[in-house]
């Protein structure tokens, strides 16, 4: 059971609204052919940039990054810097990064490099939290089309499986693209609680 200071899904997309507001950015509807979901969802997330469709947005590749030198990338970066999301180095077996996306709330989400990839990935909610599994993944499989340039999946921690959104770039993609590949995970994460809770035990939202 939660605790009353631990903030729910809900309270997190309230959060994350209110930042965008904040932002100076402004909500429009539009209608439009549902195979065409994921190809506005980009674009929206594109128009969220001063600098959408100039050079500076269109960053072109460089040499492969390593996590040390992505580490040191990302502190460097704006998002760090101005408190925006939260950076911590995690020993182990698999050295990785954790991010605190801190304009979602207390939303972690998890970097790592394997061999020519950079994985980053969330978790969403533990597997025992779903009440019809075999609804709930039939759901997912109708609607991933929505969640662009992230993939949901399940993995064990400690013994428990929980259900867990990633997605993965090339080391050699630029840091704006690794920006943007964390950024859209965050707020896919967001989009998955809203569009999957009715899915959920009560006490999992």
């Known amino acids: 059971m939660k605790s009353e200071s631990t903030p729910t899904n809900a309270d997190n997309v309230r959060r994350f609204r209110e930042r965008l507001r904040e932002q100076g950015l402004i909500k429009k509807e539009i209608w439009i052919r549902p195979e065409y ?10 128009m969220r940039e001063s600098n959408w469709g100039t050079p500076a947005a269109t960053e072109t590749g460089r040499s492969a990054w390593t996590l040390t030198s992505l580490e040191s990338a990302l502190r460097a970066s704006q998002l760090v810097e101005l408190g925006h999301i939260g950076l911590e180095h995690l020993e182990g077996v698999e050295p990785a990064l954790r991010l605190t996306m801190l304009d979602c709330g207390v939303l972690e989400i998890l970097l790592a490099v394997h061999g020519e990839q950079v994985v980053v990935e969330s978790i969403l909610w533990p597997a025992s939290a779903v009440r019809d599994p075999a609804a709930f993944n039939e759901a997912v499989l109708l609607t991933h089309k929505y969640l662009p340039l992230s993939t949901v999946s399940i993995s064990e921690v400690r013994g428990e ?35 999957y809770a009715s899915h959920l035990a009560p006490e999992a939202n």
């Open 161 to 195: 499986k929980f259900y867990t959104l990633f997605g993965s770039l090339d080391t050699q993609s630029s840091l704006s693209r690794m920006l943007f590949e964390i950024q859209t995970l965050a707020e896919n994460v967001l989009i998955a609680a809203e569009m």
């Open 37 to 46: 979901a994921a190809q506005v969802a980009l674009l929206e997330k594109g």
